[in-house]
């Protein structure tokens, strides 16, 4: 029995080594499930910083494209004061020389009105006062000429410089791209994380946040480039009418007094009235040229920017201002956030959300301001130029119809002359207190642009922090 037994109890012996070798240690099992959850672990906090980082790219990406923004604006703006400053000079010089001119010809044509060929004996006399005002309107177009020159040149050294219309809307328009980018690669980043309920919604908040950033930088830049084409077009077609206005009344206006009253013949007087009658008439419905062109340059541009930008959804900062703070809300009421760097990013947002929100002030501001001018200038121009075209009319009336009694004649070009005085006297008046009221309110106005300031302290803290 003994000799049976032991090697059945050696056999035990055995297989309980053997099974004791083959089943790992319970400790090594829990070891390997911690293993895997430091690997999901390190997994997730990966990719979260992948996300994080892809936000630092946007936010620095809209940070680029509003100071884009900011450099657009300021050179398409800077030479504006300065030559609205010279226009009214011009106008001064020109105003000054044709109400003397004007005076002249009431004085002489009053002077003779009851004795024309004593006076046509001192044509001198009488061809004085048109003589003036021609040189007048050619003084006024040479000076007109000379500021259209160097609008050219200042809009070719914009080229050079990278601000032409062409290659700012390329350059934003870049930007936009890799905005959108970035904001895809975002978007599959967060979807192929594992995200508990308040990170899903820390991380869809600032999606938000980014989007609604990105629309209004892009709602900025469209509202300046169309300003800007704008502009453009009313300063060309300030300078082309001025030269419409000042050819006419020269040529065949006072010239053609001039020759009349040389070769004593009144129907060239007349011809001169009907130089005055278009150079009045253009002064007159030259706000509906200038505005109404920049009006249809404007929506030229508002569809080119439609084909290339597109449309944004987000039309006010009301509503980034609120998500920034629902962002911030979020933040606070979870354990721990989702770390620092989300946290600073929430509060570069505010600031973000706060420099918009001053620029669409700004814009609103010079809307309405833009929209009172046009206003002022339509009442202004019809003003100046509804007399000039009185003072062509009775010219060619004088000219064509009272050409067989000089008398007549003469009485009408003096009586016109008065009109037309009115007309330069209210130009120049005008052109006073315009002036004066854009000194003014100058300091006042560069004090509302801070939002658009090359050194906004707002844009300059988010350019310095995001580096």
């Known amino acids: ?78 030479p504006e004061r300065n030559r609205k400053r010279r226009l009214k000079v011009f106008d001064l010089i020109g105003g000054g020389i044709a109400n003397a001119g004007d005076i002249t010809l009431i004085d002489q044509f009053r002077r003779y009105q009851n004795k024309p060929l004593e006076g046509l004996a001192h044509k001198g006399r009488l061809q004085s006062g048109a003589i003036t005002v021609l040189v007048a309107y050619l003084t006024m177009g040479s000076l007109y000429a000379g500021e259209g020159v160097w609008d050219l040149y200042t809009d070719y050294k914009g080229k050079k410089e990278g601000f032409g219309a062409r290659s700012i809307l390329k350059q934003a328009t870049a930007l936009k791209t890799e905005i959108d980018a970035l904001l895809e690669s975002r978007k599959r980043a967060v979807e192929a994380m594992s995200l508990s309920g308040t990170q899903r919604d820390i991380f869809g908040a600032e999606d938000k946040v ?49 020759n009349g009253l ?26 509906a040229l200038i505005h109404g062109s920049a009006a249809i340059t404007g929506k030229l541009s508002a569809d080119k920017l439609l084909k290339t930008i597109g449309s944004q959804q987000c039309k006010t900062t009301a509503a980034l201002s609120a998500d920034a703070s629902h962002l911030n809300q979020l933040l606070t009421a979870s354990e721990g956030g989702t770390g620092g760097g989300l946290s600073e990013r929430a509060r570069q947002y505010n600031v973000l959300a706060d420099l918009l929100k001053d620029r669409e002030a700004y814009l609103d501001a010079e809307a309405r301001r833009q929209k009172r001018e046009v206003l002022e200038s339509f009442i202004s121009y019809m003003a100046v130029g509804g007399p000039q075209i009185a003072w062509g009319a009775t010219l060619t009336r004088a000219g064509y119809r009272l050409n067989n009694s000089p008398v007549r004649a003469f009485h009408g070009v003096a009586s016109g002359a008065v009109v037309n005085e009115t007309s330069w006297a209210m130009w120049l008046v005008n052109t006073l207190q315009k002036g004066t009221r854009d000194e003014l309110s100058a300091r006042k106005r560069q004090a509302e642009a801070e939002p658009f300031n090359t050194t906004n302290a707002k844009l300059v803290r988010l350019e310095s922090v995001n580096k």
């Not at 013949?265 to 002064?283: A, D, E, H, R």
């Open 210 to 258: 980014l989007q609604e950033s990105r629309d209004l930088a892009l709602l900025e830049f469209c509202r300046l480039y169309i300003d800007s084409r704008k502009r453009h077009t009313a300063r060309d077609m300030t300078t082309i009418g001025t030269l419409l206005v000042c050819g006419t009344g020269a040529f065949p206006g006072a010239y053609g007094v001039i």
């Open 1 to 78: 029995m003994k000799n049976s037994t032991a090697p059945k109890a050696l056999l035990a012996i055995i297989a309980a080594s053997v099974l004791a070798q083959s089943a790992p240690p319970a400790v090594w099992a829990d070891g390997a499930v911690l293993r895997e959850e430091a690997q999901v672990s390190h997994s997730i906090d990966s990719s979260q910083s992948s996300v994080e980082q892809i936000d630092e790219q946007i936010l620095k990406k809209e940070i680029s494209l509003l100071r884009l923004n900011t450099n657009f604006r300021t050179h398409y703006m800077k």
């Open 262 to 287: 040389k070769n004593v013949n009144l129907k060239q007087v007349g011809g001169g009235g009907i130089g005055f009658l278009i150079s009045g008439s253009t002064l007159t419905v030259a706000p």
